[in-house]
């Protein structure tokens, strides 16, 4: 039995040359590789290389699905642009883990879930999609490691035994700013590690508005002009070096961390029992609500049925002798969707004799007509399904 297992890494800050893409190369013939980027599919067998190794090395991002549940995201950020004390408090055992290298600090967000039906998620583009965060880690924006530790305690809910009980009491960590308006990289995240919205929208409620105050254009343009010559010129080497993406970063973490002030984080207060017991009161209320909109659609729908079929009965009433002429007239045609159309008429002037009570003359000529059609098998059975 074949397993699907599909791999993609991405270099951001600085392309591979072509040493670094032969020695890539030889870990598999069949990938797709570029300066930027390696993407390959497996069904049968396994990938030959090591993803921690290449992401210390090469890349900046990589991802890893298969088909038995596993979700895995690595995103590599320079030292100087993440520190790991701030990365610690969003640790999760096996789920949200971190390490360093002599340069860099390798995030490492992982999603299992065996039950998971995951058989209509395309992986294409979506690394593409997730690596956004890196950038927004880099420049102080601290959401991604709230979603991955959020995601990390909702396997909870759909597995009881992803910890231990006394799990209930961790508290949470601190909560940054901005979770009720996600952006297009964290939300693609949160999908890609199965982050429940009800939960996500629970743990929202302690995080206070983000700043806007940093995303001002002309803010960063004074930043800019302030910065000096010889630096600038630097920077501008840099650039032409293949590096504008890693300046880019820098310049943004730099300008955030001086030009603009510290957005609020909400204090850590919540325990994971309280997200979780609330998550799941949300949850059953949601679901309560829309078990009686729809009910009350359906009686609704049923009412306007009903009302449809007493202006069919009224019509019905105003021709009687038309109607059972045309039965008759349907029958004739020896036609099986005629015969239906036939046994759909009759079925109205049953209803329609019974609240005019005339039942006993309804029954009387229906009996007429199966005894003058006994031969004709294909009729007597629908008439037969349809209690005439």
């Known amino acids: 039995m074949s397993e699907y297992q599909y791999y993609e890494f991405l270099a951001e800050d600085r392309p591979l ?19 930027t980027s390696f993407v390959n599919e497996y069904h049968w067998g396994d ?21 038995w549940g596993t979700r895995r995201v690595l995103l590599r950020l320079p030292l100087t642009l993440l520190d790991p004390a701030s990365v610690e408090p969003y640790r999760v055992d096996d789920q949200v883990e971190w390490w360093t290298t002599d340069e860099h600090l390798v995030l490492d967000l992982a999603n ?24 927004e880690l880099a420049t102080g924006d601290h959401r991604a490691l709230y979603l991955a530790w959020l995601a990390a305690y909702g396997t909870w809910e759909r597995d009881e035994c992803a910890f231990d009980r ?6 949470e960590p601190p909560v940054p700013p901005g979770l009720r308006a ?32 940093a995303e001002d254009p002309e803010r960063l343009a004074t930043w800019l ?13 840099r650039v032409v070096r293949n590096e504008a993406a890693a300046v880019r970063t820098e310049l943004l973490h730099r300008f955030h961390r001086e030009a603009a002030p510290a957005g609020a984080t909400a204090p850590p207060g919540r325990t994971v029992a309280d997200l979780l017991d609330e998550t799941a009161r949300r949850r059953t209320a949601r679901h309560d609500r829309e078990a009686a909109e729809l009910a009350e659609e359906e009686a609704r729908r049923e009412a306007a049925r009903a ?12 021709d009687r002798a038309g109607a059972w002429e045309r039965v008759h007239a349907l029958i004739a045609t020896y036609k099986p969707a005629d015969y239906d159309t036939a046994v759909e008429l009759l079925a109205d002037l049953r209803a329609l004799a019974r609240r005019d009570g005339r039942t006993a003359e309804f029954t009387r000529r229906c009996a007429t007509l199966r005894d ?9 059975e629908r008439l037969n399904r349809a209690n005439l």
């Open 307 to 318: 009302a449809a079929h007493e202006r069919r009965l009224d019509r019905l009433a105003e």
């Open 166 to 171: 006394e799990a209930d009491n961790d508290v």
């Open 47 to 67: 990938f030959r290389g090591d993803p921690d190794e290449l992401v210390e090395r090469y890349y900046d991002a990589h991802l890893h699905l298969t088909d």
């Open 112 to 135: 299992d879930d065996a039950e998971a039906e995951d058989g209509d998620y395309d992986p294409t583009g979506a690394l593409s999609a997730i690596i956004g965060v890196r950038h």
């Open 225 to 237: 002009t302030g910065l000096p010559a010889a630096e600038k010129d630097r920077l501008l080497l």
């Open 17 to 35: 040359d072509e040493q670094a893409q032969a020695e890539v190369r030889a870990l598999s013939t069949r990938a797709e590789i570029t300066d």
């Open 182 to 213: 996600l952006t297009a990289p964290q939300r693609a995240l949160a999908g890609f590690l199965r982050l429940d919205d009800d939960l996500l929208a629970v743990a929202a409620e302690a995080s206070p508005p983000r700043d806007r105050t």
């Open 372 to 380: 003058d059609y006994a031969r004709r098998p294909s009729l007597v």
